[in-house]
């Protein structure tokens, strides 16, 4: 690893500028979420979409997710769409649950027309329960390109140590790595599909 890792206790600010910079030039970044570390790319750079299949060693026809602010188009969106069908709303708004759906399902504009250029058909959106995180993504524009730092196939990382080790195995450099002293929760979100405008739960 060629990138020194900042850490959110020693300056939180620093970390998530250096992270949001990143972003916007069109680089990938490792940061904690509320369930394992992630690897982000800025959602309106093809370029680090594409990097992300590349770091992971990621089968192309396996979409990846989108994490949204709080506050983003996308999250309002959503959590209508699911509040309409779903009593378990809070479990969602709390981080717990990846919505997938097909663009059309969701209310106009939830989705950027980039997404669809990148990954057409179905896409999958969560809104994380991390205060760091969730700064990030309200300053990079409300959503970013995110999955799970480690090489596919491999366990996900939720310690420091962890993410350190998971670096080291994907297939070339990242450009930022962001770490936390708090461990992630470690397991990963429910998925839910919003079809016909019904909700039901895909099994892992």
């Known amino acids: ?27 990938v970044v490792v940061f904690p979420t509320d369930t394992v570390y992630g690897l982000l790319g800025g959602i309106y750079h093809p370029q680090a979409y594409d990097r992300i299949f590349t770091l992971k060693r990621r089968d192309p026809a396996k979409p990846i997710a989108l994490l949204a602010g709080h506050n983003s188009v ?11 069908h779903l009593p378990q709303q809070a479990l969602f708004k709390a981080g717990a649950a990846t919505l997938v759906a097909d663009p059309e399902e969701l209310a106009p504009g939830t989705i950027p027309t980039v997404v669809s250029e990148c990954q ?74 919003l079809q016909q405008g019904l909700v039901s739960e895909i099994p892992r």
């Open 74 to 84: 996308a999250a309002t969106n959503m959590l209508r769409a699911l509040g309409m």
């Open 120 to 193: 057409p058909g179905t896409v999958g959106v969560r809104i994380p329960a991390h205060d760091a995180l969730q700064q990030l993504l309200e300053e990079a524009g409300g959503m970013v390109w995110a999955t799970s730092v480690n090489a596919s196939g491999a366990e996900p990382a939720v310690t420091s140590d962890e993410v350190l080790a998971a670096i080291a195995d994907l297939d070339g450099d990242v450009d930022c790595v962001v770490l936390s002293s708090s461990y992630s929760r470690g397991a990963p979100s429910r998925v839910l599909r």
């Open 1 to 27: 690893m060629t990138v020194t890792p900042l850490r959110l206790e020693t300056d939180d600010q620093l970390a998530i500028g250096e992270a949001l910079a990143t972003l916007e030039n069109g680089g």
